[in-house]
């Protein structure tokens, strides 16, 4: 007869090859939007909801009117057809402070450390002040960060971004999501135009492209050299037993088989 021992380092390896790995490298994009037509076609005015990469979705909230407009300017890559998501029909003045804006719902199950960056361009009559909000249960928000845009009007602000890795919830949550929405400059019951010598006005436009949702994978337990060394004495003796168990009952399988159906076949 045939000496297993070759089953022993096997099943030894088999549970190695479960550990999980160590954490991931870096941060990876969770999910993107770049809003333009896919494939790509003759106009700007036309455009995509659905994320370039990953999961996720958006819509404009608080009564403002979303569309798509050219995005000539932003950090997109894209040589033709770069599109933005377009707002307009902003809050009169004075009223509906931090009630109208964007809305992205990402889920971050299985990473942490997530960041959210996205190019913002204004026109002139549109508000400069905007804040960056998430929730943790999908409806409740809180206010996270607050921008004043400077570049000025029909001008695009790349490179927000906003930094989450320290607020408990935000990773692996299913409903994380967040918002940008226009508010009064600080101090004061008022929007200030992003243009110099603008006027604010509820047709100022807001316009967003590459919105970016990033994470790292979660990390996970590495066991310590002596936890290895008993996972392998517990292969060990479940080799053993199966052995001793399988002799008795005269039968071939192989441990952990049963009869239950297996993967998701076709029904
Ligand atoms: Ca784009
Ligand atoms: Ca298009």
């Given at each position: 007869m045939k000496t297993p021992i070759l089953a022993v380092p096997a099943a030894f390896f088999v549970t190695l090859a479960a550990l999980p790995l160590p954490r991931g490298l870096g941060q990876i994009v969770l999910t993107q939007w770049d809003f333009n037509s896919v494939p790509p076609d003759t106009t700007t005015t036309t455009g995509s909801?659905?994320?370039?990469t990953g999961i996720g979705s958006v819509t404009g909230f608080g009564g403002v009117s979303a569309g798509f407009s050219d995005a000539t300017g932003s950090s997109d890559p894209a040589k033709k057809d770069n599109t933005g998501l377009n707002l307009s029909t902003?809050?009169?003045?004075?009223?509906?402070?931090?009630?109208r804006g964007v809305l992205f719902r990402v889920p971050t199950l299985g990473h942490q450390d997530i960041s959210v960056s996205w190019d913002q361009r204004f026109s002139?009559?549109?508000?400069?002040g905007y804040q960056f909000q998430y929730t943790l249960d999908g409806s409740s928000f809180v206010p996270y960060a607050t921008f004043s845009n400077?570049?000025?009007?029909?001008a695009w602000v790349p490179g927000n971004s906003v930094e989450l890795?320290?607020?408990?919830?935000?990773?692996?949550?299913?409903?994380f999501g967040f918002r940008i929405v226009a508010v009064f400059d600080p101090g004061t019951t008022a929007y200030g135009a992003s243009g110099v010598g603008s006027t604010y006005g509820t047709s100022g436009t807001w316009r967003f492209d590459e919105v970016t949702v990033r994470g790292t994978a979660m990390p996970t337990v590495i066991p310590e050299p002596h936890e290895y060394a008993l996972m392998a004495a517990g292969s060990l003796a479940g080799f053993a037993w199966w052995r001793r168990h399988s002799r008795r009952e005269g039968g071939g399988t192989?441990?952990?088989?049963?009869h239950g159906t297996h993967g998701r076949g076709r029904a």
């Open positions: 909801l659905v994320p370039r902003f809050a009169p003045q004075g009223t509906g402070n931090g009630s002139g009559t549109a508000a400069r400077s570049a000025g009007g029909n890795g320290q607020i408990p919830g935000v990773a692996d949550n299913p409903d192989s441990p952990g088989a049963g």
